[in-house]
C-alpha cells in the first residue's frame, strides 16, 4: 500500500512516541544504561539498527494503539531464524527482546479531524501545535524474546493473512506474524532480566 505522507507521519511519530516511553520508564534505573531514541532524519529506505541496545542487548519496540492487543510483525520482513531482513547485510538483523507499547491518543486520528491524515504537505506550523496540544500517554504492555519468536509465532506460523478484518474494522494489507498481550511476558520480568543480566 502507498502511503501519504500524512499517514506516514501518524505511524513514524506513534513509534517514537513509544521509543520514549521505555526511555523515560528505564533511563533512572541503577545498572542500566540506554541513549536517547534516535531522532535524526533519514532517507528513503533507511532504519535504524535498532530501538535501544542495552548491556549489549538489542531491543525493538512496537507501537499500537491504546486499545491495540496485538504485536504484529510482516512476515515478509523476517526470516525463519528470526531475523529483520532489511538489516541481514548490517549485522543488526537479530534482536533480544521484541517490546509492546500501547500509546494514547490516535495520532492518525488527530492527522483525520483536522483533513491531515491523506495529505501529502503540511506546515511544521500548523501541525505542531495540535501535536502539542495532545495529552499522551503510554503502556508498556510486555515483551516476547527472540527465542520465543521463532518456537512459537514463525515455526508455528502463528500470522494474520492479508486482508483479514482486525477487530472487525481495519484489513490486513499484508500477512503479519501475531502475538496477543495475554502471551506476553511482563515488563517487570525485562527489568528483572536486564538488571540481572542473566540473559
Known amino acids: 500500500m502507498k502511503r501519504c505522507a500524512g499517514e506516514i507521519f501518524a505511524d513514524t511519530f506513534q513509534g517514537k512516541l513509544a ?9 533512572n534505573m541503577q545498572e542500566i544504561y540506554l541513549e536517547k531514541p534516535d531522532v535524526k532524519r533519514m532517507g528513503l529506505r533507511e532504519w535504524d539498527s535498532c530501538d535501544f541496545n542495552i548491556n549489549g542487548k538489542k531491543i525493538a519496540i512496537k507501537s499500537t ?17 528470526g531475523r529483520y531482513i ?24 488527530i492527522m483525520k479531524r483536522n483533513r491531515w491524515y491523506y495529505t501529502n504537505h503540511l506546515d511544521y506550523e500548523v501541525l505542531w501545535p495540535a501535536i502539542t496540544n495532545e495529552t499522551w500517554s503510554a503502556n508498556l504492555v ?15 506460523k502463528q500470522i494474520l493473512p ?5 477487530n472487525g474494522t481495519t484489513k490486513m494489507d499484508a500477512d503479519n506474524y501475531y502475538v496477543q498481550a495475554g502471551d506476553m511476558n511482563s515488563i517487570s520480568e525485562l527489568i528483572k532480566v536486564i538488571k540481572s543480566k542473566t540473559y
Open 162 to 166: 492479508q486482508n483479514a478484518n482486525l
Open 86 to 109: 532489511p538489516n541481514i547485510d548490517s549485522n543488526c538483523s537479530e534482536y533480544d527482546y521484541f517490546v509492546l507499547i500501547r500509546v494514547r491518543p490516535e495520532c492518525s486520528n
Open 19 to 27: 521509543e520514549f516511553a521505555f526511555y523515560n520508564v528505564f533511563r
Open 142 to 156: 510486555g515483551f516476547i524474546t527472540r527465542e520465543e519468536l521463532i518456537k512459537s509465532v514463525i515455526k508455528t
Open 65 to 81: 494503539k491504546f486499545f491495540g492487543n496485538l504485536l504484529l510483525l510482516e512476515t515478509k520482513d523476517w526470516d525463519e531464524n
